[in-house]
């Protein structure tokens, strides 16, 4: 268990919905990430957040969004959803700022159906 | 850019070796490696920062070589639990990028 905790486990949705997903970091975490994981595509960074601000940003669609709170928990909004957004979503955080030294802990994931 | 990683797939048997490489076309500032097994979330391997720094997590060990902008991941003696899709993650020389490119994985099956 790496302290990271993602709801829902699984979502199964039709075209054109919205969705939000939702990620709890380790405690005393502040940083959180984004990741789309699809069998043709891989492991694809999305998006980070640092203590609520934005950080970097990867391969996200505009359709996509996401923000962290105050608690620091983040969520995730994709909406106009396509037969394409089916996929493994899966949440990491860390300590700090930057990836080079501090480690990313992934939550299980949240697997998005869209049918 | 994303790393390219070799080989895609490899079949061991218990303690046997294995090297998993993972190139980048671009100047690298550090790179991770993860493991996941399937049904599971990724978990951390290590992390090397240039310098051409080795690491070592048990029978698990990493190099860089920052003038090639090459890792490779050393698994020696595998075990069973060593099984499972292994990805390395750069990050763009700087260290500021704050994220993770990750190649497409190497699986890996280690047999009795």
């Known amino acids: 268990d790496s302290g990271v905790t993602q709801t829902p486990k699984h979502l199964i949705t039709a075209t054109g919905q919205r969705v939000t997903l939702r990620c709890s970091p380790r405690?005393?975490?502040?940083?959180v990430y984004w990741y789309q994981q699809s069998l043709d595509q891989g492991l694809q960074f999305l998006i980070q957040y640092y203590n609520g601000e934005e950080r970097a940003k990867g391969n996200i669609l505009e359709r996509f969004s996401a923000q962290q709170f105050p608690d620091l928990h983040s969520e995730l909004n994709l909406s106009s959803l396509e037969l394409g957004d089916s996929a493994l979503y899966f949440c990491a955080s860390s300590v700090g700022t930057s990836g080079n030294t501090n480690e990313q802990f992934f939550g299980p994931g949240t697997r998005l159906t869209v049918l | 850019q994303q790393p390219v990683q070799s080989p895609q797939a490899v079949i061991l048997r218990e303690g046997e070796d294995a090297v998993i490489n993972c190139s980048s076309s671009k100047a690298l500032y550090s790179v991770h490696w993860y493991r996941q097994k399937h049904g599971e979330a990724p978990v951390f391997l290590m992390i090397l920062l240039k310098g051409g720094e080795q690491k070592g997590h048990e029978k698990i060990s990493a190099s860089f070589n920052e003038k090639k902008q090459q890792s490779s991941l050393y698994l020696t003696a595998s075990q069973l639990s060593y099984s499972g899709t292994y990805f390395c993650?750069?990050?763009?020389?700087?260290?500021?990028?704050?994220?993770?490119?990750f190649g497409k994985g190497t699986l890996l099956t280690v047999n009795p």
């Open positions: 993650g750069t990050e763009g020389s700087g260290g500021s990028n704050y994220k993770l490119t």
């Open positions: 405690s005393g975490d502040l940083s």
